[in-house]
């Protein structure tokens, strides 16, 4: 690191060239292959959910495993529908040629199938609420499958929403138009984020130079890592989402790293370094806290790929890759522009002092050495108090269900949200619920048999009876389509799929050469909740267990790393506690927009954990290895634990209102599972920094004392040597006192 930061000044105007060519090549490679290439790929190995896609595949029958939506369409005034409307008949034929891979087109007047130009099949009136007036008609769209691609959604919503005038109302439901006619984009979430990180730097360090720098480093990796991103995406299934995620987190941990860095660089230069020096110490110090804390970042993400879901392997690569260059930038260009503004980072009466020789020693006063102070005096009050607290907000997390947020927790206004209402209102709140019993082999056909198949299904409690439609397939293929009496994400309509599934389908097929498996938008959500809930525990652990490695290697301690994981395992369970109880239980979930209390999401918790377990490692390894620096030197533990978050504190609870920030920027976006998300991220941020970093963890390497850095010997002699703070990284002592007052630092 001392090398790297040694280049960096030496070479400064090279090093800062050189990043500017980086992303200039990045983009411009990114902008000749045609920007991104982002594809939502969805596959669940080992679920009847990869079953039937397979089946259907090797059956020829793709086009009826794309993605689909629902249009619904309603005559101005509430005029009942006598025949289809001539405009809406026109546009439907249009979609075959769109070039938007529209695969079939049902109605209630006729169907399309675009494989098969100028061949009408019969309609489906079951589509019309003809028993409720006719008033409402519904055209169901399915792409081809294998080629998701928003783009193509939108294509579709954009040729058919310019029906809506004065003969027609229409308006956009289903998984294909998820989330359209909303504001696009994670622009001002992001822009959100970034206002709040510069007016909370301009607050702690008072001066241009210091404020602009960790921003600056911020946007370069940024930018960097987004053409990656772009460039990535030609090559692996990036999904849709993560250009959003690797904003959000490159804004975040970025300012953090540059916070953490330029923050030792002015402490180095108010103690009397010369800025070469400073610099050199800064990055060294605290350059290889973010290194080690940028690296269990990127292994929680990473860790996303043990779950087996493809939907998440090209997000957390290239979110990886994000992280990534954020700590190169934080560790090169960052010390090269700091070099140039040279005393610039301080403030104006702080300058003066240090060219007047005026120097502050490393006593460190103010809040938060009385609050590390109090924290050593009244470990066991103030460790038991913290955990209580914690424990108490994550009761909610054993009442957690995971499913998936329907369309009527759409904003109020949206197309989607007004569409499933309608579709509840004119055909019942569980039309929107997609079932089918597929059935695969000889007798699949046979009449006589879909019909005893349809009877069994409509006998099930939870079933409505008038929705049951038998479809043949092909000679071995056929399915029966029904809806439900629940809503797609009501609890009860998840457990009628597992009763199903496990009661009542496998009767009727035990005994004969068939097979029926329960397919459809609300089966396969089952089927990736049930997933991820099994693959949870492996994930869990190969995350920790690869920062528990991380941390033995880089404190050559036991205690320290255990700690730091039962801490990160104590947090995520509060904060999923607070999801529950806010978004689950209801209890502000309208008041945010997000509609009445349901399930939670089945990915959030996944992300959620990764994203939080990195960034909660991020903080445990600025306060520790200052205390480790400080044990290097002292083999005292209660200065060691005192100084190191006296030092630290006020950084870190900086660091954290930046990102709890730039979180809170989801919230500004609609659609209930990014507010999920956003709210978990930001009460993630608060509860490590506010109550773990500064009550819990320090209280607690007071109770242990010395054991926390107890390291076997025998382990020792097997352990690479990897340190966070440099041996020769020493507490200058040679500056003179200064009076109090000039000693108070963040």
């Not at 098969?116 to 007036?133: F, I, K």
């Not at 860790?303 to 957390?316: H, I, P, Q, R, W």
């Not at 956003?678 to 941020?685: C, I, N, R, W, Y």
Request: charged share 15%.
């Amino acid at each position: 690191m001392k090398t790297i930061a040694e280049f960096a000044i030496r070479r400064r105007w090279f090093v800062i060239a050189g990043w500017i060519v980086l992303i200039v090549v990045l983009q411009g490679v990114a902008g000749a292959m045609g920007g991104a290439s982002y594809k939502d790929t969805f596959s669940l190995p080992h679920t009847e959910t990869a079953s039937v896609a397979q089946l259907l595949k090797q059956a020829g029958l793709d086009n009826q495993n794309g993605m689909s939506g629902t249009v619904v369409v309603r005559n101005t005034g509430g005029a009942p529908f006598t025949s289809e409307p001539p405009a809406l008949a026109l546009a439907l034929a249009r979609l075959c040629t769109s070039g938007d891979r529209v695969t079939l087109i049902a109605t209630p007047w006729h169907g399309i199938d675009c494989s098969r130009p100028g061949v009408a099949t019969a309609g489906n009136p079951t589509l019309l609420n003809s028993d409720r007036g006719a008033t409402t008609a519904l055209v169901v769209i399915t792409w081809q499958a294998g080629h998701f691609d928003p783009s193509q959604f939108k294509g579709v919503y954009d040729s058919l929403k310019s029906l809506n005038g004065t003969s027609l109302q229409v308006y956009f439901t289903g998984n294909a138009f998820a989330g359209i006619g909303q504001s696009e984009g994670s622009g001002t979430s992001v822009m959100f984020g970034f206002l709040a990180a510069l007016i909370i730097l301009a607050l702690v360090f008072r001066t241009v130079a210091a404020t602009a720098l960790p921003l600056a480093s911020a946007v370069v990796a940024l930018v960097g890592g987004l053409g990656v991103i772009y460039m990535l995406s030609h090559a692996v299934n990036v999904s849709n989402i993560t250009p959003y995620l690797a904003e959000l987190m490159v804004i975040g941990v970025g300012v953090d790293y540059a916070l953490f860095i330029v923050t030792r660089h002015r402490r180095n230069l108010r103690r009397g370094m010369p800025t070469a020096e400073s610099i050199v110490t800064a990055i060294n110090t605290s350059g290889r806290a973010v290194l080690f804390a940028g690296t269990t970042v990127c292994i929680a993400i990473l860790g996303l790929v043990a779950l087996g879901v493809s939907f998440f392997n090209g997000m957390a690569v290239a979110t990886a890759l994000a992280v990534a260059f954020t700590m190169a930038a934080s560790l090169t260009l960052l010390p090269a522009l700091l070099s140039l503004f040279g005393l610039k980072v301080l403030p104006r009466r702080q300058r003066a002092a240090v060219r007047a020789g005026r120097f502050i020693d490393d006593r460190p006063v103010g809040f938060w050495a009385r609050w590390s102070a109090f924290i050593g005096r009244r470990r066991v009050v103030v460790a038991v108090a913290s955990a209580a607290v914690m424990i108490a907000l994550a009761i909610p997390f054993f009442s957690m269900q995971l499913g998936a947020s329907d369309q009527g927790s759409d904003p109020k206004g949206s197309t989607t949200r007004t569409g499933y209402d309608l579709i509840s209102s004119a055909f019942g709140v569980g039309y929107n619920s997609t079932l089918e019993a597929v059935v695969s082999g000889p007798g699949a056909a046979d009449p006589a048999y879909l019909q005893r198949l349809s009877r069994a299904i409509a006998d099930v409690p939870g079933v409505d009876r008038t929705s049951l439609g038998p479809v043949p397939l092909t000679d071995r293929v056929a399915m029966v389509a029904f809806k439900t009496t629940t809503s797609p994400e009501s609890e009860k309509t998840y457990q009628l799929v597992r009763h199903m599934r496990a009661d009542v389908l496998p009767p009727l097929y035990r005994d004969s050469s068939n097979h029926v498996y329960l397919y459809g938008a609300t089966a396969i959500n089952v089927d990736f909740a049930t997933v991820l809930a099994r693959k949870m525990p492996l994930f869990i652990a190969v995350v920790v267990g690869l920062s528990f490695l991380l941390l033995l290697i880089a404190f050559r301690s036991l205690v320290i790393p255990l700690t730091a994981a039962v801490m990160n395992l104590l947090a995520a369970a509060a904060t999923f506690g607070l999801v529950v109880a806010i978004f689950q239980f209801g209890w502000l979930s309208d008041a945010m927009g997000a509609g009445p209390g349901g399930p939670i999401d089945a990915w959030i918790p996944v992300m959620l954990f990764a994203i939080l377990f990195g960034l909660s490692m991020d903080y445990q390894v600025f306060l520790v290895s200052r205390m480790h620096e400080e044990w290097v030197h002292t083999r005292d533990n209660e200065r060691t634990v005192t100084v190191g978050q006296a030092e630290t504190g006020g950084i870190i609870t900086a660091a954290a209102l930046i990102m709890i920030a730039v979180f809170l920027g989801f919230l500004l976006t609609p659609g209930r599972p990014i507010k999920i998300f956003g709210t978990g991220l930001a009460s993630a941020v608060f509860l490590d920094a506010f109550i773990l970093r500064t009550m819990l963890v320090p209280s607690l390497m007071h109770l242990f004392g010395r054991a926390n850095w107890y390291f076997p010997r025998w382990l020792d002699k097997i352990t690479p040597r990897l340190s966070v703070e440099p041996p020769e990284a020493v507490r200058r002592s040679d500056a003179p006192e200064a009076p109090p007052h000039e000693m108070a630092e963040i």
